[in-house]
Protein backbone atom coordinates (compact mmCIF):
# COMPACT_ATOMS: atom_id res chain seq x y z
CA UNK A 1 0.00 0.00 0.00
CA UNK A 2 2.44 2.46 -1.53
CA UNK A 3 1.16 6.20 -0.98
CA UNK A 4 3.49 8.90 -3.00
CA UNK A 5 2.57 11.43 -0.39
CA UNK A 6 3.48 9.75 2.64
CA UNK A 7 6.77 8.25 0.70
CA UNK A 8 7.96 11.89 0.14
CA UNK A 9 6.92 13.60 3.51
CA UNK A 10 8.86 10.45 4.77
CA UNK A 11 11.92 10.68 2.93
CA UNK A 12 11.93 14.60 3.39
CA UNK A 13 11.93 13.82 7.62
CA UNK A 14 14.48 11.32 7.24
CA UNK A 15 16.64 13.57 4.77
CA UNK A 16 16.66 16.77 7.51
CA UNK A 17 17.38 13.79 9.88
CA UNK A 18 20.36 12.29 8.22
CA UNK A 19 21.76 15.51 6.91
CA UNK A 20 23.86 14.05 4.79
CA UNK A 21 24.99 17.03 2.89
CA UNK A 22 26.09 18.32 6.50
CA UNK A 23 27.86 14.80 6.76
CA UNK A 24 30.15 15.79 4.05
CA UNK A 25 33.27 17.59 6.28
CA UNK A 26 33.43 14.27 8.49
CA UNK A 27 33.77 11.97 5.63
CA UNK A 28 36.25 14.49 4.15
CA UNK A 29 37.64 14.43 7.41
CA UNK A 30 37.62 10.87 7.95
CA UNK A 31 39.38 10.46 4.55
CA UNK A 32 42.30 12.76 5.54
CA UNK A 33 42.33 10.55 8.61
CA UNK A 34 43.44 8.19 6.19
CA UNK A 35 40.65 5.91 6.81
CA UNK A 36 38.64 4.17 4.22
CA UNK A 37 35.27 5.04 2.83
CA UNK A 38 33.64 2.42 0.85
CA UNK A 39 29.93 4.35 -0.50
CA UNK A 40 28.81 1.30 -1.14
CA UNK A 41 29.55 -0.58 2.55
CA UNK A 42 28.46 2.51 4.35
CA UNK A 43 25.02 3.18 2.60
CA UNK A 44 24.53 -1.20 2.79
CA UNK A 45 25.12 -1.05 6.89
CA UNK A 46 22.95 1.64 7.24
CA UNK A 47 20.43 0.66 5.48
CA UNK A 48 20.30 -2.76 7.28
CA UNK A 49 20.54 -0.91 10.43
CA UNK A 50 17.87 1.11 9.71
CA UNK A 51 15.34 -1.31 8.63
CA UNK A 52 15.72 -3.54 11.58
CA UNK A 53 15.47 -1.02 13.76
CA UNK A 54 12.12 -0.29 12.10
CA UNK A 55 11.36 -3.98 12.30
CA UNK A 56 12.80 -4.82 16.23
CA UNK A 57 13.92 -1.31 17.68
CA UNK A 58 11.21 -1.01 20.09
CA UNK A 59 12.29 -4.62 21.23
CA UNK A 60 15.39 -4.86 21.50
CA UNK A 61 15.57 -1.61 23.55
CA UNK A 62 13.14 -3.09 25.99
CA UNK A 63 14.97 -6.28 25.69
CA UNK A 64 17.54 -4.25 27.46
CA UNK A 65 15.82 -2.30 29.67
CA UNK A 66 16.32 1.01 27.75
CA UNK A 67 13.71 3.01 26.52
CA UNK A 68 13.37 5.39 23.41
CA UNK A 69 14.86 8.68 25.37
CA UNK A 70 17.68 7.03 26.81
CA UNK A 71 19.33 5.46 23.49
CA UNK A 72 18.37 9.19 21.73
CA UNK A 73 20.55 10.74 24.86
CA UNK A 74 23.41 8.03 24.11
CA UNK A 75 23.76 8.97 20.36
CA UNK A 76 23.49 12.19 21.23
CA UNK A 77 26.56 12.09 23.55
CA UNK A 78 28.34 10.10 20.66
CA UNK A 79 27.63 13.18 17.87
CA UNK A 80 29.04 15.77 20.96
CA UNK A 81 32.33 13.77 20.58
CA UNK A 82 32.26 13.77 16.90
CA UNK A 83 31.05 17.30 16.62
CA UNK A 84 34.22 18.03 19.04
CA UNK A 85 36.84 16.45 17.03
CA UNK A 86 35.75 18.78 13.90
CA UNK A 87 35.45 21.72 15.57
CA UNK A 88 38.78 21.41 17.87
CA UNK A 89 40.63 19.32 15.04
CA UNK A 90 41.49 16.27 18.24
CA UNK A 91 41.11 12.88 18.24
CA UNK A 92 38.93 11.93 21.21
CA UNK A 93 37.32 8.59 19.90
CA UNK A 94 40.69 5.91 19.95
CA UNK A 95 40.46 3.45 16.40
CA UNK A 96 41.39 -0.13 16.29
CA UNK A 97 44.91 0.29 14.58
CA UNK A 98 44.03 -2.51 12.63
CA UNK A 99 40.77 -0.62 11.22
CA UNK A 100 41.53 1.10 8.17
CA UNK A 101 37.80 1.92 7.24
CA UNK A 102 35.32 4.36 8.72
CA UNK A 103 32.48 3.09 6.54
CA UNK A 104 30.58 1.24 9.27
CA UNK A 105 31.72 3.39 12.47
CA UNK A 106 31.56 6.17 12.37
CA UNK A 107 30.07 6.39 9.06
CA UNK A 108 26.56 4.33 8.95
CA UNK A 109 26.50 4.05 12.80
CA UNK A 110 25.75 6.75 14.33
CA UNK A 111 26.34 9.75 11.86
CA UNK A 112 23.62 7.95 8.97
CA UNK A 113 21.41 5.49 10.83
CA UNK A 114 22.64 7.37 14.17
CA UNK A 115 19.99 8.05 17.41
CA UNK A 116 18.29 10.89 15.95
CA UNK A 117 17.30 8.82 12.90
CA UNK A 118 16.90 6.00 14.58
CA UNK A 119 14.19 7.54 17.32
CA UNK A 120 12.39 9.10 13.96
CA UNK A 121 12.24 6.01 12.37
CA UNK A 122 10.33 4.45 15.72
CA UNK A 123 8.15 7.41 15.92
CA UNK A 124 6.98 8.09 12.55
CA UNK A 125 6.08 3.87 12.83
CA UNK A 126 2.85 5.00 14.34
CA UNK A 127 1.54 7.40 12.09
CA UNK A 128 2.77 5.51 8.64
CA UNK A 129 2.55 2.07 6.80
CA UNK A 130 5.61 -0.11 7.23
CA UNK A 131 6.23 -0.43 3.25
CA UNK A 132 5.77 3.77 2.94
CA UNK A 133 8.65 4.15 5.36
CA UNK A 134 10.88 1.84 3.73
CA UNK A 135 10.72 3.02 0.51
CA UNK A 136 11.31 6.80 2.02
CA UNK A 137 14.69 4.70 3.66
CA UNK A 138 15.54 3.62 0.62
CA UNK A 139 15.33 6.78 -1.57
CA UNK A 140 17.47 8.32 1.17
CA UNK A 141 20.04 5.64 0.99
CA UNK A 142 20.47 6.34 -2.47
CA UNK A 143 20.86 10.23 -1.81
CA UNK A 144 23.56 9.02 0.76
CA UNK A 145 25.20 6.83 -1.56
CA UNK A 146 25.29 9.56 -4.37
CA UNK A 147 26.68 12.09 -2.08
CA UNK A 148 29.46 9.84 -0.50
CA UNK A 149 30.28 8.64 -4.13
CA UNK A 150 31.32 12.31 -4.37
CA UNK A 151 32.67 13.64 -1.77
CA UNK A 152 36.26 13.46 -3.48
CA UNK A 153 34.73 15.52 -5.71
CA UNK A 154 32.89 17.66 -3.76
CA UNK A 155 36.00 18.02 -1.43
CA UNK A 156 38.84 19.48 -4.90
CA UNK A 157 36.09 21.93 -5.64
CA UNK A 158 35.59 23.62 -2.17
CA UNK A 159 39.65 23.43 -1.52
CA UNK A 160 41.66 22.89 1.51
CA UNK A 161 40.55 26.64 2.51
CA UNK A 162 36.99 25.68 2.19
CA UNK A 163 37.14 21.98 4.03
CA UNK A 164 38.54 23.60 6.88
CA UNK A 165 35.40 26.28 7.22
CA UNK A 166 32.95 23.30 6.02
CA UNK A 167 34.08 21.24 9.02
CA UNK A 168 34.37 23.80 11.68
CA UNK A 169 30.75 25.22 10.41
CA UNK A 170 29.16 21.90 10.40
CA UNK A 171 31.11 21.21 13.58
CA UNK A 172 29.27 23.56 15.11
CA UNK A 173 26.18 23.14 13.81
CA UNK A 174 26.61 19.13 14.58
CA UNK A 175 27.66 19.98 18.20
CA UNK A 176 23.96 22.25 18.50
CA UNK A 177 22.05 19.11 16.75
CA UNK A 178 23.48 16.98 19.80
CA UNK A 179 22.68 18.96 22.55
CA UNK A 180 19.10 19.57 21.40
CA UNK A 181 19.03 15.49 21.29
CA UNK A 182 20.32 15.43 24.60
CA UNK A 183 18.59 18.17 26.41
CA UNK A 184 14.65 17.50 24.66
CA UNK A 185 15.54 13.46 25.75
CA UNK A 186 17.10 14.41 29.47
CA UNK A 187 13.60 16.54 29.65
CA UNK A 188 11.25 14.18 28.78
CA UNK A 189 13.19 11.36 30.87
CA UNK A 190 13.13 13.70 33.63
CA UNK A 191 8.79 14.31 33.65
CA UNK A 192 8.16 10.44 33.51
Sequence with gaps: MLNPKDILSITLILFSIIDIIGNIPI?????KKGLKIEGGKATLAAGIIMI???FVGEGLLSLFGV????????GGIIIFIIALEMILGIHLMKSDEDINSASVFPLAFPLIAG???????????AEYHISNIIAGIIINLIIVYAVIRSSDWIQKKIGKNGEEILR??????????????IQSNLNILSHQ
Design 27 to 31: IISLK
Design 168 to 181: KIFGIILLAISIKL
Design 52 to 54: LFL
Design 67 to 74: DLNSFAVA
Design 115 to 125: AGTLTTILSIK
